[in-house]
């Protein structure tokens, strides 16, 4: 099995699915192919159960219905697991974590990431579908923080993915389950243990949204991550977890609290060599607080994103695209079937307009192995 592992990981495998009653599969730039031509045994796959979760679990592997956990072969790599059961045999995906903590450029994220990393308070959310890259991101900005500041780390996972190594920072990476019982008591725990930065792994629910914007308001930086698909659709979301009566009151908090928003998708390259990155990035500035503010202003906020990329570094998914395309990075159609408007993107293409690059290539070439991908 390690072996079978091991060559999927030498060939970017981002996830691996091992089933009974199936070959063992590997999502391969964004491709769900085989690695075997012999069926696993519903029986192999309890085997496998057996050596990744933990000793205490062993006993009560067969009640076992959904788990999570992390996971690493020496010389290989790290794995974020999931055990699930189906037809009463298990199901294992392995999600594949590298060793090396991808740097921001090395993930093909624009210039400005690199001063949202550094922001002193604030909250900053990257955003995207499972799978677009979330957590290598935020692990990116991490290491970006130890390499540049003298700051403490706090960390929730779940499970832990990337192991940071203290350099000028000191990183307190703690799991959900094992060193704190859930992401909203370990965020309150957080805030009385010193901290200039916390992750928090995901915004799964008004409360932690409460929390965190408690936190930023305070005074510190919080990075996290929420399933959505652009900064516009993220302001939405965020406003929306709570009752309609606190929503006018959350408007105001997000607006003074929200530092920047990355928002996240992958892309078939062009040499079929990995995946590359396309990200919308907003950061609050005084047009934008005012549409958060103002529900009737909201749907503005992607064109001041647009207007704002010289000034400040912003771009949307869009004018990424039309930078990746002309790169030769990604193929136009690609491009156009995951752009915001591919009817405009086709118009403005087809009248030769074509946005300055803005120093991000989108390349995750040797990071589509890695841990969110």
Partial sequence: MEQIIRGAVDRGASDIHIRGGDVIRARIGGKLLPLTKQKLSPEQARAFVLTIIAPS??????????????????????????????????VIVLRVIPYKIPTLDELGLPPVAKKIA???RGLVLVTGVTGSGKSSTMAGMIQHQNQHEHRHIVTLEDPIEFLHSDNLCAISQREIGSDTDSFHRGLRAA??????????????DSETIDIALKAAETGHLVISTV????????VARLISAFPPEEQETVRYRLADALHAVVSQRLLARKDRKGRALAAEVM?????????????????????HIAAGRDTYGMQTFDQHLA?????????????????TNPGDFDLKARLGESAAPSGGSGAMD????????
Avoid: Y
Wanted: with cysteine; aromatic share 6%.
């Fill in 57 to 90: 679990l062993r006993e009560r592997v067969d009640v076992i219905q959904d788990h999570d956990c992390s996971w690493g072969i020496n010389g290989v790599g790290r794995f974020r697991v999931n055990v699930m059961r189906q037809r009463g045999s298990f």
């Fill in 118 to 120: 550094l922001a002193e």
């Fill in 191 to 204: 805030l009385r243990q010193d901290p200039d930065v916390i992750q928090i792994g995901e915004m799964r």
């Fill in 227 to 234: 399933h959505t698909k652009d900064a516009t659709n993220t």
């Fill in 283 to 303: 950061v609050m500035t005084s047009t934008i607080r005012d549409c958060v503010i103002d529900p009737d202003k909201t749907s503005e906020i992607r064109d």
């Fill in 323 to 339: 930078d990746l395309v002309a790169s030769g990075a990604v193929d136009f159609g690609v491009a156009r079937a995951a752009a």
């Fill in 366 to 373: 040797g990071f589509m192995a890695g841990g969110t991908f």
